[in-house]
């Protein structure tokens, strides 16, 4: 018996199995499209100078036309806004009469 316990405990543990070379570049392709998918594009346009001028709501519909998923935040005259940066968010600044004054963009 204690010859089994002496050599279980001089053993080395097997070495872990060898994994061809296109396996690793298989998984770290894949992890790259995961991270960097079409979601994760972004959008061909980040800016609308055409939309200055236009009424609020026609520049609204362009935008989420060209731009699937937008939050867009319509801002009037002398309002406040804060600086964080969101991909999802495009603002439009508009006048009194509710035209848009600013090109919009994301952010």
Partial sequence: MSENSQQIKGSDPPP???K???VSKIWITK???ALMGSKNREPAKTTWPE???TPAGEAERKV???MKGARIVVVP???FVNADYRTDRVRLYVDD??????PPRIG
């Fill in 20 to 22: 061809p070379s296109w």
């Fill in 51 to 53: 939309l200055v001028g």
């Fill in 64 to 66: 989420k036309e060209e």
């Fill in 97 to 102: 009469a509710g035209n848009v004054v600013r």
């Fill in 16 to 18: 872990p199995p060898s």
């Fill in 31 to 33: 992890s790259w499209e």
């Fill in 77 to 79: 005259p002398d309002t």
